[in-house]
C-alpha cells in the first residue's frame, strides 16, 4: 500500500504489472484503486477465450496484448494470432486494447493498428538505439522512430 500511495502522489496513473497471474491481482487491483492508480494486466499469445474475458474484465485503463511468446525485444514480424486475439478482445471488452513485445519496424505498428489496436507499444527497439549511438545520435534516432512509428500508424 505505502508504494501504490508514493506513486499515487508522485503522479502515476497506471502500472504494466508482467507477470502478475490473474489469479493473485485482485489484492494489487484493490488497493490500487484506493489510491487511483490502474493496473494494466496483459493476455499472452497463449490465452484461451475464457482467460481472455477474465483478463479483459480485470484489467483496468487497457488491455496489454502481448504479441510474441517469450521475453520482450525485436522480432521481424508480427504472429498472425495477434489479429484473431485483438478480435477476441474487442468483442470481450470496450477497454482500450495496446500491443506491444517486439514491435520494431513502422510496418510492423502498421500492421498492428490496421488489425484494430489501439496502441502500438515500443520500448527496446527504443532502448537499443540509445545504446548503439551516443547520447546525441541516440536521442535523434529515437526521435526518427517516434516519428515513423506515429506516421505508419495514421496512415
Known amino acids: 500500500r505505502a508504494v501504490l500511495t508514493r506513486f499515487a502522489d508522485a503522479g502515476v496513473k ?16 484493490d488497493i490500487a ?16 477465450s475464457e482467460r481472455i474475458q477474465a483478463i479483459a474484465e480485470k484489467s483496468q485503463g487497457f488491455i496489454y496484448l502481448v504479441s510474441v511468446t517469450g521475453v520482450t525485444g525485436v522480432r521481424s514480424q508480427v504472429q498472425s494470432r495477434v489479429q484473431t486475439l485483438i478480435a477476441d478482445l474487442k468483442n470481450s471488452t470496450d477497454k482500450p486494447i495496446g500491443v ?10 502498421q500492421q498492428i493498428a490496421q488489425w ?3 496502441a502500438v507499444i515500443v520500448g527496446s527497439a527504443f532502448v537499443r538505439r540509445l545504446a548503439e549511438n551516443s ?12 516519428q515513423d512509428l506515429k506516421a505508419a500508424v495514421s496512415s
Do not use: H
Open 33 to 48: 484503486a484506493e489510491v487511483g492508480i490502474e493496473i494494466i494486466l496483459l493476455v499472452a499469445p497463449t490465452s484461451r
Open 100 to 109: 506491444g513485445f517486439g514491435i520494431s519496424e513502422p510496418k510492423q505498428a
Open 116 to 118: 484494430g489496436a489501439n
Open 135 to 146: 547520447p546525441a545520435q541516440g536521442l535523434k534516432e529515437i526521435e526518427q522512430l517516434a
Open 14 to 29: 497506471g502500472l504494466v504489472v508482467p507477470d502478475l497471474p490473474l489469479e493473485e491481482a485482485q489484492t494489487l487491483l
